[in-house]
């Protein structure tokens, strides 16, 4: 267990809804980053949040969005969900930010759109 | 274009034998480059991590080589056992994004069997 811990664990909507998924980092991490995993691909970058603020964006449109909290949680959401956004979303933390921190991950959420 | 590439897509052995597991890149300028290993429907967990100027290093039965000339790299499981089975992904952190952002490639599935 890496003490990253991710809610809700699955999580079925329906196309043009939104959706709030939610992470809370490892203790003394403070920096968050978002990975969306469709069935058998790689994880793709989603952002990154550090103390707080946007610290990086992956090839995601705007109705993707992030939040990170002062103690350092996190969230993102997904506006007018669609059918390809049905995929494993998993968070990760880290110490910090800078490229050689490695980076613990959480179980994932597993979000389908029907 | 995927910017990490691994080979084989999948791998069956049998129990105590050894496999090598593949990955080219092309992402540049790279920080470091890592393995992890994704069980099914869960996050990933860190294997190895290796910057630019490391040639190997390696954690229990997992050794993992970096040619940073070719852009190549491999992961080299000794004495398989059945709880290797799992999905080994190759990453590699690309300074050209602001924060620590990880390039995924699809992964190598492993299965072992008795």
């Known amino acids: 267990e890496t003490g990253v811990t991710q809610s809700p664990t699955h999580l079925i909507k329906t196309r043009g809804q939104q959706v709030t998924l939610r992470c809370s980092s490892q203790?003394?991490?403070?920096?968050v980053s978002w990975y969306q995993q469709a069935l058998g691909q790689g994880p793709q970058f989603i952002f990154q949040?550090?103390?707080?603020?946007?610290?990086g964006r992956g090839n995601f449109p705007p109705r993707f969005s992030g939040l990170q909290f002062p103690n350092y949680s996190s969230e993102l959401n997904v506006n007018a969900l669609e059918l390809d956004d049905s995929a494993l979303y998993l968070c990760?933390?880290?110490?910090?930010?800078?490229?050689?921190?490695?980076?613990?991950f959480g179980p994932g959420t597993r979000l389908t759109v029907l | 274009k995927n910017q990490v590439e691994q080979s084989p897509q999948s791998l069956i052995i049998l129990e105590g034998k050894n496999c090598t597991l593949q990955?080219?890149?092309?992402?540049?300028?790279?920080?470091?480059l890592r393995w992890y290993k994704q069980d099914t429907g869960r996050g990933p967990v860190s294997l190895t991590i290796?910057?630019?100027?490391?040639n190997t290093k390696s954690n229990g039965r997992y050794t993992a080589t970096l040619d940073a000339d070719t852009k190549q790299s491999s992961l080299h499981i000794t004495a398989s056992q059945l709880s290797d089975s799992a999905s080994y992904i190759c990453?590699?952190?690309?300074?050209?994004?602001?924060?620590?952002?990880?390039?995924f490639g699809k992964g190598t599935t492993l299965s072992v069997s008795s």
């Open positions: 990760a933390s880290s110490q910090s930010s800078g490229s050689y921190n490695e980076q613990f």
């Open positions: 203790s003394g991490h403070n920096t």
């Open positions: 949040y550090y103390r707080e603020e946007e610290n």
């Open positions: 990955c080219n890149y092309t992402v540049s300028p790279f920080s470091n």
């Open positions: 290796m910057t630019f100027s490391e």
């Open positions: 990453v590699v952190s690309d300074l050209n994004q602001a924060g620590t952002a990880l390039i």
